[in-house]
Every structure is written in C-alpha cells, then in structure tokens.
C-alpha cells in the first residue's frame, strides 16, 4: 500500500517565477493538506482540499493556491515566488473526517534563488 | 489563540537513558493530539495520538505520552533511548488542521 507521495523531491526557482508542487494521497485518502516547514521551524498549515474544494486556509496570501483532481491528487502553486518562500512543502492526507489523523509525505525542497 | 508549546529547543540524553519531550497547549477545548518524529531531510511520522479515553498512549517504536488536561500537558516518553531515536520530535494539535509546535531536537550521545 503506497504511502503519501509528492514530486518533484526538489526544485531550484528564481525569484519571480512560478512552481507546481503535486501529492498524491495514501490510498483509501480523500482529503489533502499542505504545509509549509521553513528551515529550523515546525510545519505551518497552508490549506486543505476536500471534494475538490478548499476547505480550510491558513494565513498565506493569494499567491499560495491549489487544486485537487477527482483522483484525490493534488497541486499546490505558488506564483511570484520570494526568497523566503525557500522551505520544505509537506502533503499530508486523511479520510475526510476533519479531525482523523494526517499521514505526511516525503515533502519537496523549494530553494528560491 | 490556540497553539502548541514545546519549551525544550534542544535536549541532548545518553544511549540507554531514558527521554521526555514537553509539550502544552493552549485550546478552549480538548483537541486531538499527535506526536511526529523527523529525521533529517525527511517527512513526519506519527509516534502516536490521542483523541480520548485511556491518558497513557503507547506508540510506535517504544514511544509513549501522557495526557494531563489539568496541565493542558502531553509529553512524551521513551524509557531507554537508542542512537537511532536521534531526530527533530514536534507534538501537534488538531482542531480541522494540524498546529504543530516549534519542536524539540534529540541529540543521542554514545
């Protein structure tokens, strides 16, 4: 049984583009979250998607977006990218109830230059 | 505002000693609670979770913590720690999403 995946395991962007980071769920998963852990600091919630739709947002600006496919996968995009937007990005994935356990992903390292 | 508090950045035990990470919270009501472990470079694991009932948890790889709502407390313990055990542990609370702690780093010496 795969766990949680996400790709790529690690991307180098300059200042100003844009990056697509992708998670897929732990089988039997309907509900995906992502996070943000900056160097020295413990994961910040970015948002969680559910039957597609955003569920929950935690306190980043607009240029944090997301969607999630009918598969259950799902992207996370980041446009305008700055420097302090170097950090690992964690997927987790649950069951759908809101307050069942998270299973996290290997992360992707985003190192903005 | 909710959050949670580990109040050790860094601990450092010897092999065979025994280990306790503190965490607090600071909920209007019980949330659930998680304990993750990270090594370097890599994803979180759960150690172990409470949702209610039973206040001792027991998890994974010889992990466990207690629950003291009185203390808004739920720290973690291991009796005899291996080398292996080094890593960076984050205790977490769920109320729709995860709020994690800052963390504790383990340094395991010989």
């Known amino acids: 049984d795969a766990g949680v995946t996400q790709s790529p395991t690690h991307l180098i962007k300059t200042r100003g583009q844009q990056v697509t980071l992708r998670c897929s769920p732990k089988s039997g998963h309907d509900t995906v979250s992502w996070y943000q852990q900056a160097l020295g600091q413990g994961p910040q919630f970015i948002f969680q998607?559910?039957?597609?739709?955003?569920?929950q947002r935690g306190n980043f600006p607009d240029r944090f977006s997301g969607h999630q496919f009918p598969n259950y996968s799902s992207e996370l995009n980041v446009n305008a990218l700055l420097l302090g937007d170097s950090a690992l990005y964690l997927c987790a994935s649950s069951d759908g109830r809101a307050l069942e356990t998270q299973y996290f992903g290997p992360g992707t390292r985003l190192l903005v230059l | 505002a909710q959050s949670v508090t580990q109040p050790d950045i860094h601990i450092t035990v010897s092999e065979g000693a025994s280990l306790e990470l503190r965490c607090n919270y600071s909920?209007?009501?019980?949330?659930?609670l998680f304990w993750y472990v990270q090594s370097p470079g890599q994803g979180l694991q759960l150690l172990l979770k409470?949702?209610?009932?039973?206040?001792l948890v027991q998890g994974i790889k010889g992990f466990e913590a207690e629950f003291k709502r009185s203390q808004s407390s739920f720290n973690l313990r291991k009796p005899s720690v291996h080398w292996s055990d080094a890593a960076e542990y984050f205790c977490a609370a769920n109320d729709y999403k995860l709020s994690f702690g800052a963390g504790t780093t383990v340094t395991v010496r010989a």
């Open positions: 998607y559910y039957e597609e739709e955003e569920r």
């Open positions: 409470y949702f209610s009932g039973d206040t």
């Open positions: 909920y209007g009501a019980t949330p659930y």
